[in-house]
T-cell receptor
Framework: QQQVKQSPQSLIVQKGGISIINCAYENTAFDYFPWYQQFPGKGPALLIAIRPDVSEKKEGRFTISFNKSAKQFSLHIMDSQPGDSATYFCAASDLYGQNFVFGPGTRLSVLP | DSGVTQTPKHLITATGQRVTLRCSPRSGDLSVYWYQQSLDQGLQFLIQYYNGEERAKGNILERFSAQQFPDLHSELNLSSLELGDSALYFC??????????????FGPGTRLLVL
């Protein structure tokens, strides 16, 4: 129940295209859903996060869509750029933020 | 640069040995988190400290231990090392210790290779 599933494992997108990464969870106690971006040789960095009381959150070219009934959430990267090439992790945590788990990651490559 | 420093950058050791990884949080941050990242296990949260006290525990093995000192730097001790402990170990820090509900600033990591 603690697991967060993430797909696809890897994704190749042309410059200007839309990148979509999906995550699914089982634990209904999860209350907060952040996404992290990690470039090679660097630590992860928080990208965007959503709470289950909203269905969508947008920050620039990055949008999280959240479907509470399906227990799924996804990251959309609009107008994908080569600089977006990185590994993306979804995560889920409980109300207090201390009990959290990461998805296995998606390696995104944006071709110029 | 996140402001979080980790030493050493690389560490090569043998099975059965013990190593200590060190982390200095961003100036002003009170909480430190340790993570392990490996190809087969992905990114795993190990343990969190807030102002010197343990606040949360993740998938940390009994062979591993950590502490946070009065100056807020933290050390992760890994003992009886096994081949499977080879991984990248990240430290992160945050101000309020709210887990992932607060921006955590990650250090550059320590790459551990157990031979």
């Amino acid at each position: 129940q603690q697991q967060v599933k993430q797909s696809p494992q890897s994704l190749i997108v042309q410059k200007g295209g839309i990148s979509i990464i999906n995550c699914a969870y089982e634990n209904t106690a999860f209350d907060y859903f952040p996404w992290y971006q990690q470039f090679p040789g660097k630590g992860p960095a928080l990208l965007i996060a959503i709470r289950p009381d909203v269905s969508e959150k947008k920050e620039g070219r990055f949008t999280i869509s959240f479907n509470k009934s399906a227990k799924q959430f996804s990251l959309h990267i609009m107008d994908s750029q080569p600089g977006d090439s990185a590994t993306y992790f979804c995560a889920a945590s409980d109300l207090y933020g201390q009990n959290f788990v990461f998805g296995p990651g998606t390696r995104l490559s944006v071709l110029p | 640069d996140s402001g979080v420093t980790q030493t050493p950058k690389h560490l090569i050791t043998a099975t059965g040995q013990r190593v200590t990884l060190r982390c200095s949080p961003r100036s002003g941050d009170l909480s430190v988190y340790w993570y392990q990242q490996s190809l087969d296990q992905g990114l795993q949260f190990l343990i969190q400290y807030y102002n010197g006290e343990e606040r949360a525990k993740g998938n940390i093995l009994e062979r591993f231990s950590a502490q946070q000192f009065p100056d807020l730097h933290s050390e992760l001790n890994l003992s009886s090392l096994e081949l499977g402990d080879s991984a990248l170990y990240f430290c992160a820090s945050s101000l309020l210790g709210l887990g992932v509900k607060e921006t955590q600033y990650f250090g550059p990591g320590t790459r551990l290779l157990v031979l």
